[in-house]
């Protein structure tokens, strides 16, 4: 270890962060990622879990057991039924139906108190207070909670700095977007304020939640929470997105510190396979299978936890497969939840025409480690951030076909700006949860995901840019957390920046009157 990493371990010993991730795959994940790497450096790491969420990564916190890392998992009853939930509905890939999100965050919120209860017991006696909450973005009570506890509140964001950077853009110029949009007859406008030029479409100017009041609310809650914090990590890198991280930076006017891919923290294969949760198929059998397969020649396709899609989208993305003729992977998570009727049945009938040509996975996926196999050369993604990072970091070309949220900017990003991917051609958003989506809606046709095929896996001199490009990056990535590199000193300057805050409150102590 170089005298640098020596030095930042001693600085931390005493650091504690507390990590309360917005109990949702994608955002869970990551932050995982980020306490063993906190935990790497010489910190303590409370990170904050409810029962159902804790059972999920129980094979994560066997490991950390087993390693004697300085983890701790705080098990926090959910309230679920008390803000009308289903019991057990503690994880956003659980709610049923949009009109449920807001009760979900309310539910979180109210984590607050057994939080506070589960730290001042003195179990093991040792562990200091926290020093810092590093808490998602969308928890927006623990900025009041860090200041009762007089420590510093750092952002995690689940998405990328592009994405960041055009929201924010967005939601300081709504009404004059709308209003260009209106005389351009819903037309794609551009959005002023980017190093690069970026059309955004009507759905991101005029979001479903603007004619609902409470979410208008909530949504301007967790802004203030985001304004008040002091500072903001991002799992992304510099090299990736080096322009958005600089003007982000301009217009928020906040210390941003990149620390990803937090999916390249070093690990072995079977720690990396049960990210999120334990897979829902035989390793080994997939595995074999994808060892047989030439190099470059597998599609992957996954659309993260939380998008779910009809049976009648579903059956035209299978027959855009079966139709390209490509070997593939597919995770249908669909399979595993049994909300969509007549879906086990077809898929049985749809392995027998694809066997020994495909895979599906009904249910969870060992997406990183897919990714990282060396057959794999293509990902159907739904554009969700990590997955898109995923794919960078093991340099895989992408199909972007976004649902919903962040998903639209990132295609954006992969397609226009970093030309690593190609666009099914989705135009819309598809509902979020799965109870408001109907029957009937398709989005993507078996044409369209036979052509995205054919460009992605082959694609001519432009395929091969493309793979070149995505290549480059994938060894930028790499760099990027190595010692020195830029998200390991992102990481190295959220925790100085803590320390230095911990130093402050010494000295401020130290002058302030004993009381008599
Ligand atoms: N993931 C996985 N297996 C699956 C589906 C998802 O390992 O079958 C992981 C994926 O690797 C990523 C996360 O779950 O780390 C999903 O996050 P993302 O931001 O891509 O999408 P979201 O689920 O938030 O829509």
Known sequence: MSSEADDCNSNTERLHFLLVPLMAQGHMIPMIDLARLLVARGALVTFVTTPVNLARIQPIVDRAA???????????????????????????????????????????????????????????????????????????????????????????????????????????????????????????????????????????????????PAWFEFIEVIRMAGESADGVLINSFKELEPLYFERYHEVTGKAIWPVGPLSLYK?????????????????????????????????????????????????????????????????????????????????????????????????????TVILEHRAVGGFVTHCGWNSTLEAVAAGVVMATWPHFADQFLNEQLVVNVLKIGVAVGVEEPTAVAVEDNKEEVVKVRREQVEKALEALMAGGEEGEERRVRVRELREKARMAMEEGGSSWEGLKGVINYVKQAEKEKEKDKSKKPAVQ
């Open 267 to 367: 690990e072995e294969f079977d720690a990396k396979a049960t990210r999120g949760r334990a897979s829902s198929i035989d390793q080994k059998l997939l595995f074999q299978w994808l060892d047989k397969q030439e190099d470059g020649s597998v599609v992957f396709i996954s659309f993260g936890s939380i998008a779910r899609n009809t049976k009648a989208q579903l059956v035209e993305l299978g027959d855009g497969l079966e139709a390209s003729g490509r070997p593939f992977v597919w995770a249908v998570k669909e399979a595993s939840d049994r909300r969509v009727s007549g879906l086990d049945e077809w898929i049985a009938e749809f392995e027998e025409k694809v066997e020994g040509r495909g895979i599906v996975i009904r249910g969870w996926a060992p997406q």
């Open 66 to 212: 087993a390693a004697a890392l300085p983890i701790r998992f705080a098990e926090l009853p959910f309230p679920a039924t008390d803000v009308g939930l289903p019991d057990g509905c503690e994880n956003c890939d659980l709610i049923p139906s949009v009109d449920l999100y807001l009760p979900f965050m309310k539910a979180l919120s109210l984590l607050r108190e057994p939080l506070e209860a589960y730290l001042c017991v003195p179990d093991p006696s040792w562990w200091p207070k926290p020093s810092c909450i590093i808490s998602d973005n969308t928890q927006y009570w623990t900025a009041d909670f860090a200041r009762a506890l007089e420590i510093p509140r750092l952002i995690f964001h689940g998405p990328s700095c592009f994405y960041l950077l055009c929201y924010h853009l967005i939601d300081r110029n709504r009404a004059e977007l709308e209003a260009e949009m209106e005389a351009a007859s819903g037309k794609p406008v551009l959005l002023p304020g980017l190093p690069q030029p970026i059309q955004i479409r009507k759905h991101e100017v005029v979001p479903v939640w603007r004619s609902n």
